[in-house]
């Protein structure tokens, strides 16, 4: 069964950093493309980012020039670096596997900015 399984959320405080990672497991993961979702209390599930199976990226206006997105085909891993942390980025951070018609979610990693 595929698994994906994020990590490295956390309490930071404004203007800090946290870098997520995404591990997936029993899944050809270099013809997935990759995404990053978050959603916050009360809110709409948000895209923030994508990555692309060929390493196409993209992002949400709203963490562009802040937030990284990256992959590591070989470790089957997918990363979230986040700079610049707002209050207004705590939610729960979920990565998203796709490939046709088949779509995996991870279980989510929280992440709260808070002084």
């Known amino acids: 069964q595929v698994q994906l399984v994020e990590s490295g959320g956390g309490l930071v405080q404004p203007g800090g950093s946290l870098r997520l990672s995404c591990a997936a497991s029993?899944?050809?993961?270099?013809?997935?493309?990759m995404a990053w979702y978050r959603q916050a209390p009360g809110e709409q599930r948000e895209l923030v980012a994508t990555i692309s199976a060929g390493g196409r990226t993209n992002y949400a206006d709203s963490v562009k020039g802040r937030f990284t997105i990256s992959r590591d085909n070989a470790k089957k891993m997918m990363y979230l670096q986040m700079n610049s942390l707002k209050p207004e980025d705590t939610a729960v951070y979920s990565c998203?596997?796709?490939?046709?018609?088949?779509?995996?979610w991870g279980q989510g990693t929280q992440v709260t900015v808070s002084s």
């Open positions: 998203k596997a796709s490939a046709g018609a088949y779509h995996y």
């Open positions: 029993r899944i050809t993961f270099s013809v997935y493309d």
